[in-house]
């Protein structure tokens, strides 16, 4: 299968859903944009991999933070069912920006679409 315009937006589209998940505290959600294994890493930290894990992560965190992850400046490139991406992101609370950084993607194409097999974030 290629890789053009469309799977482009797709991933695209996944990123706004795992903002918006992550921000409402959606840990079922948020962890299902993963493929089963899927590997999410602030680095300098322990990778958290699996979905189990991952809904677990999320679950523990302050659902009442109010925080807002804004990304930017999309690069995709991909090749059939596979592609790698880096996007820019602002961590907000109001008009505070928390952190700024750059996630480094590796993602695949489900029969359900579009799934992050390892999502890295590299804070400035």
């Not at 290629?2 to 797709?10: C, G, H, Q, R, V």
């Not at 944009?33 to 894990?53: D, L, N």
């Not at 679409?113 to 890295?120: A, D, H, P, T």
């Amino acid at each position: 299968m290629s890789f053009d315009a469309t799977d482009e937006l797709a991933i695209v589209e996944l990123v706004a859903r795992y903002n918006q998940a992550i921000d409402g505290r959606d840990a079922q959600a948020w962890a299902g944009m993963f493929v089963e294994g899927g590997v999410f890493q602030v680095i300098g930290q322990e990778p958290v991999t699996g979905r189990e894990a991952l809904v677990a992560m999320v679950e523990g965190m302050d659902p009442t933070s109010g925080e807002r992850h804004w990304t930017t400046n999309f690069v995709i490139e991909g090749d059939g069912d596979d592609a790698r991406m880096t996007v820019d992101l602002a961590l907000l609370r109001g008009s505070n920006v928390l952190g700024t950084g750059r996630y480094t993607d590796v993602l695949a194409r489900e029969e359900a679409g579009w799934r992050f097999v390892r999502r890295e974030v590299a804070l400035d």
